[in-house]
């Protein structure tokens, strides 16, 4: 993979590397009205859906911002004021979406587990058999504070089951991991430009089930977030109705055709699945251990628990890998101190060893024997 000379590697939740094509997609302008402009959104949104399975049954409504826009947005316009709703909370972005819940004054009550701990699902069945007032299950994909795969497919059966409808935040899931409206019922799924699509941040979808969002109108507490307003108007002439972010929808057009050219969700797995190997065993050589058990960790972002050693430093680590080129994340656990390397982005193998490379020489630098959170030596 190639790469301007001086930009670093991101290895992080987002914003992420992108490729050449997609950044040069970026260098024309685009009148928002122009016939190319409108036919590229058009064609970028029913790719968007047809990854999520969702032809026929489903429609596409973006929005201008990162990906909590699309989150807010959907939250409102999906979820009524009379309406409840019941969040699984095992990281930051199910803590978020209560937090929006609350801004909108929307009913919500919460299932809450360790980060490092999946929802129970015997519990959620028992709280929407005891809970007759929830209307809609709200849920998180890949918890990206952690790296958590969360058992998306068991969510959507008992919601299914028990008739509430599902409201997925897969913003670090979508393209890469499995997401298929016909297997996973969703009512909304949220994701964003960047993550695992690999184009330039900006604008952030919901995918929604199209029959739900028929009964949405009026439900949005705000203007620019009203998704039914939106889709209305994108309807009736193709347009967004405030300024659209032309260079984000460009750029991610051409990011599809990459996604498209290496083997579509699929092909992105396998290559994620690959990178996170490299991270994962590499890391563990050096004495790393990782929060998750590997059966329970995404292919996208990894959480290592912080060095014991007294000469380890998070910053001066952090801040000697930048020189590198090679960027990586701080913790955002309650339960442990740690940092987070990311596999996503427009990186492979080189890159993944590369970092490798820097983290053994900036431990050696730094005087620091083993990775491992007990202070034991490297085995
Ligand atoms: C990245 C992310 C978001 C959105 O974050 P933004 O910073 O607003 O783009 C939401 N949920 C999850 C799980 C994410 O990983």
Redesign the pocket.
Known sequence: MTQSDQDPWLLT??PLTTSIETKQAMLHDWGSRDATFIETNRRVLDRLIAIAGGAGSHVCVPVQG????A?EATLGTMIARNDKALVLVNGA?GS?MVKILEYAGRPCVTLETPEDTPPGLDDLDAALKADAAITHVVA?Y???TSGIRNPIEDIARISADNGRALII?A??AFGALELDAKNVPFDAMMA?S??CLEGV?GM?YAILRRSALEQCKGNAHALSLDLYDQWMAMEGNGQWRFTPPTHVICAFDAALDQFDAEGGQEGRLQRYSANCKILIDGMRELGFETLLPDDLQAPIIVTFKMPADPAFDFQAFYDALGKRGYLIYPGKLTVAPSFRIGCIGHLGETEMRGALDAIRDTLGEMGVTSGNSGGAPAA
Do not use: A, I, L, Q
């Open positions: 939740p987002g990162s990906g909590t826009f989150v972005y978020r998180v890949c918890e990206t935040d913003m670090s964003s960047n993550k941040p952030g």
